[in-house]
């Protein structure tokens, strides 16, 4: 019979959260921008659509142009 250990908790400081949002958000806007480059979302309604998609994430700016 093992013995189990109760759970590590660590504790963040205020800007260590601020830190791991904002880094986190980057990443998503990296990552739609990266999916957008593959999909074909010309339309107004559907970058209308993905930039509501990206404000309720809080992702803010606007969307990259298609070349």
């Known amino acids: 019979m093992s013995l189990r250990r109760p759970p590590t908790r660590i504790e963040l400081k205020a800007d260590d959260i601020e830190e791991f949002d904002k880094v986190r958000k980057e990443e998503a ?19 209308a659509k993905k930039m509501a998609a990206l404000s309720r994430i ?10």
Do not use: C, I, S, W
Not at 31 to 47: G, Y
């Open 29 to 47: 806007y990296t990552l739609f921008q990266v999916k957008n480059d593959h999909a074909d979302a010309r339309t107004p309604h559907m970058q």
């Open 58 to 67: 809080g992702v803010t700016g606007r969307l990259p142009e298609k070349r």
